[in-house]
């Protein structure tokens, strides 16, 4: 098993009389990509900050590789917090290249560093540019410029692609799948749960300050399947059988297994009824259990 480079154990934390964390545990392993999901106000950005000692805990122990957080670790991690501060006078180049230096590269490294990264965010042209004159997007690249410069082991990115558009969410993403191939964990919050398909290895949803899922995105899923598959197929289907239940569209069938019924003999059913173009397990979107879980009670 993988070392846990994050653990959460029975957190608590309020502010006055709001409890914002009750009782909350996760572990996040090295090497992974773990998403940290949750409506506005759920406590995500809380738990972000209580593990960096930004906040303390009322009960419970936060810790990095086994230890709570401190200053000496600031060069292993990288922080992007959900409110973005840029010293907007600054220049792109130097600012990114101070950062650099703040987290321990020499001015060549940082500088060298700065430059790779311009060129693959497509703001090669802008380094003697004052932040205050690029767009809001653009300001968000060199933010997380500044995150990512020092190429840290661990990566904490609240809200990473918030303001960008399409085009600059997917070259955030193929940044961090970049780096994360290369060894970094990370963890990450977002609202956008396509995000969370393309890049996360597993998932922890909170709702009002407590866990409401956990594990892996096929996990998750299977866990809130209705036991369907979805068929493409050309010949004629029954609207029900001792198997099964059909919603029949044209040539596109969803099938719902009646309770108790393996899967297996359906496919069979199917296969030997009509020619079968097209069969796949009818498994919910992650948006579609996000809505169900935030709206439950």
């Known amino acids: 098993m993988a070392?846990?480079?994050?653990?959460?154990?029975?957190?608590?934390?309020?502010?006055?009389?709001k409890k914002v964390i009750e009782d909350l545990s996760f572990d996040v392993f090295e090497g992974e990509i773990f998403a940290f999901l949750g409506a506005n106000g759920s406590g995500k950005t809380t738990t972000i900050r209580t593990l960096l000692n930004i906040?303390?805990?009322?009960?419970?122990?936060?810790?990095?590789?086994?230890?709570?957080?401190?200053?000496t670790m600031a060069s292993y991690l990288g922080y992007l917090p959900e409110e973005r501060g840029l010293y907007?006078?600054?220049?792109?180049?130097?600012?990114?290249?101070?950062?650099?230096?703040?987290?321990?590269?020499?001015?060549?490294?940082?500088t060298n560093?700065?430059?790779?990264?311009?060129?693959?965010?497509?703001l090669e042209d802008k380094e003697k540019s004052e932040l205050k004159k690029l767009s809001s997007g653009q300001q968000q690249?060199?933010?997380?410029?500044?995150?990512?410069?020092?190429?840290?082991?661990?990566?904490i990115l609240d809200e990473p692609t918030k303001g960008l558009d399409p085009v600059n969410r997917e070259l955030l993403l193929s940044i961090l799948m970049d780096?994360?191939?290369?060894?970094?964990?990370?963890?990450?919050?977002?609202?956008?749960?396509?995000?969370?398909?393309?890049?996360?290895d597993r998932l922890l949803m909170i709702k009002d300050g407590k866990r409401a899922l956990y594990g892996t995105l096929s996990e998750v899923k299977a866990?809130?399947?209705?036991?369907?598959?979805?068929?493409?197929?050309?010949?004629?289907?029954?609207?029900?059988?001792?198997?099964?239940?059909?919603?029949?569209?044209?040539?596109?069938?969803?099938?719902?297994?009646?309770?108790?019924?393996?899967?297996?003999?359906v496919i069979k059913y199917l296969a030997d009824k009509v020619k079968i173009n097209r069969l796949e397990e009818n498994s919910p979107s992650l948006n579609d259990?996000?809505?169900?879980?935030?709206?439950?009670?």
């Open 55 to 71: 906040y303390k805990a009322d009960k419970g122990e936060l810790t990095i590789n086994g230890k709570v957080y401190d200053s």
């Open 113 to 122: 560093n700065a430059q790779a990264y311009l060129a693959k965010v497509g």
């Open 3 to 17: 070392n846990i480079v994050i653990s959460v154990k029975n957190f608590y934390k309020a502010f006055g009389t």
């Open 141 to 155: 690249k060199i933010q997380l410029g500044i995150t990512v410069i020092n190429n840290p082991k661990l990566l």
């Open 289 to 297: 259990i996000f809505i169900k879980v935030m709206n439950s009670k």
């Open 223 to 265: 866990n809130y399947s209705d036991n369907s598959i979805k068929l493409s197929f050309e010949g004629s289907l029954p609207s029900e059988t001792e198997l099964f239940t059909a919603n029949i569209n044209k040539n596109i069938a969803t099938i719902l297994l009646k309770p108790g019924i393996a899967q297996s003999d």
């Open 179 to 200: 780096l994360n191939n290369s060894g970094s964990t990370i963890i990450f919050s977002t609202h956008q749960m396509e995000e969370v398909e393309k890049i996360a």
């Open 88 to 110: 907007l006078t600054s220049r792109v180049l130097e600012t990114l290249v101070y950062f650099g230096q703040l987290k321990g590269l020499s001015k060549s490294e940082s």
